[in-house]
């Protein structure tokens, strides 16, 4: 399916090395469906020509203002009438600062101006620039003013730093691309999520956990709000960054999590890809536990059943729309079955931890979704983040047939 097909979509180059990138955009765009008109900054014009992007968009790139010849073929505001999106890839500080202040010096700021269109930025930039306060303050005034802002990534830069401030790869920014076109499929709903592990004291300085980084979980409160939700997102301890616009509860044990959930019940919808630990300690030890020699090499630890948090949400009386994760070695669509019918759900994502490239703190994932009728529907390899975007529109459809 092309997701873009006859979207009209004004591309901005901005004066950034990722300039090179664009040039790939332009392709996957236009694999979309989509129809891409260029316009380049006097910067874009160091990095990237103007050729190569007209060849690839198959229409002559737009470069100044006041250019008679251009205008005459299609003015500034024609342009900016046109576009059904505004996509700016790569957007520096400096542009980022111009359209903050809402300046118009240049063909692509003065396009942003006067343009109905959707805009969205993909910023790009080395990770101090990105991080300086004023960029974070010009981020966050286009955002409150409904512009979008796609990444930036983090990781190794061509300036040789690590950090955020990447610009998403083309693939990525097309699909962004796509989904602004798509309904806001969970535009007006509460979604409530668990992630991360838990952790069970046994004393002061030690517990009881797993290997769930939160990943999958983070991944999915970005997903839901981009598609609209109002999220929150309730965690075990993770070392993850908050996703934009997403109420963040830090919890510790499962008996936090559950009275953290109840806390923040109601929610329309209840996503629980946390791995809660299902015992915890009988008691916690008041000082760090000495090893004792009166009982030889063995250390006897009492455990008592945790409650369960997403059982318990479900068997309330304002039960929300719920959907549980199945993290399994062996069997796993049989204990995925079970768990749906126990835990009175929905629908349930088996994946299978036995594997080290999914699952568990890797960054991509493969899952099975079941539902009641136990139909069973699967989605490939890939990272996370796609994943969970792909959850989020399958969880979305149900809900708003239910
Ligand atoms: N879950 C929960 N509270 C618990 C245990 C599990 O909310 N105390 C939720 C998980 O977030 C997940 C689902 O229940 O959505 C299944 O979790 P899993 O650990 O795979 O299942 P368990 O019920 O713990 O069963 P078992 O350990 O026997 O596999």
């Given at each position: ?191 409530l999520?668990t ?37 929150t997102?309730i ?14 509860i830090?919890v510790?044990?499962?008996r936090d999590m559950l009275a953290a959930c109840e806390a923040a019940m109601p929610c329309?919808?209840l ?36 409650p369960?948090v997403l059982?318990t949400l479900?068997s309330r009386?304002d ?84």
């Open positions: 399916m092309q997701r873009l097909y006859r979207k009209r979509i004004v591309l901005g180059v901005g004066g950034g090395i990722a300039a090179y990138k664009s040039a790939e955009l332009v392709r996957r765009l236009r694999d979309q469906g989509a129809e891409v008109r260029v316009v380049m900054t006097r910067g874009g014009r160091e990095f990237i020509t103007p050729l190569t992007l007209q060849a690839l968009s198959g229409h002559p790139v737009h470069l100044d203002l006041l250019d008679p010849e251009a205008e005459a073929a299609m003015g500034h505001i024609e342009l900016a009438k046109w576009a059904d999106l505004v996509l700016i890839a790569p957007a520096t500080a400096d542009l980022m600062a111009r359209l903050a202040q809402g300046v118009a010096d240049d063909l692509l700021t003065t396009l942003v101006l006067a343009t109905d269109a959707a805009v969205a930025l993909a910023p790009a930039m080395n990770q101090a620039m990105w991080r300086d306060p004023a960029t974070q303050a010009n981020a966050q005034l286009l955002e409150s003013r409904g512009l979008r802002l796609f990444g930036p990534a983090a990781g190794s830069q061509a300036c040789g730093d690590v950090g955020p401030g990447r610009m998403l790869e083309a693939d990525e920014l097309a699909q962004r691309a796509a989904d602004c076109f798509q309904r806001q499929s969970l535009s007006g709903k509460h979604v999520i992630a991360g592990p838990t952790q069970e004291n046994i004393d002061p300085v030690r517990y009881i956990t797993n290997h769930s980084s939160g990943k999958m979980g983070f991944a999915l409160a970005e997903a839901a709000v981009e598609a609209g939700a109002k999220v997102l965690t075990g301890p993770v070392h993850l960054p908050t996703p934009d616009r997403v109420s963040r830090d510790v044990s499962a329309d919808l996503i629980a890809s946390a791995a809660v630990a299902d015992y915890r300690p009988e008691v916690v030890a008041q000082h760090k536990l000495k090893k004792d020699p009166t009982t030889g090499d063995g250390l006897l630890l009492q455990l008592v059943r945790n369960d059982a479900t009386a039960r929300p729309f719920s959907v549980g994760f199945a993290a399994e070695t062996e069997n796993l669509l049989g204990y995925a079955a079970r768990k749906l019918k126990d835990k009175n759900l929905d629908l349930i994502v088996a994946n299978d931890v036995a594997n080290p490239t999914i699952g568990f703190n890797s960054e991509e994932n493969a899952i099975t979704i079941i539902d009641r009728e136990l139909q069973a529907s699967s989605f490939a390899q890939t990272s996370k983040g796609k994943i969970a975007r792909q959850l989020v529109a399958f969880i979305a459809e149900r809900l708003n047939r239910a």
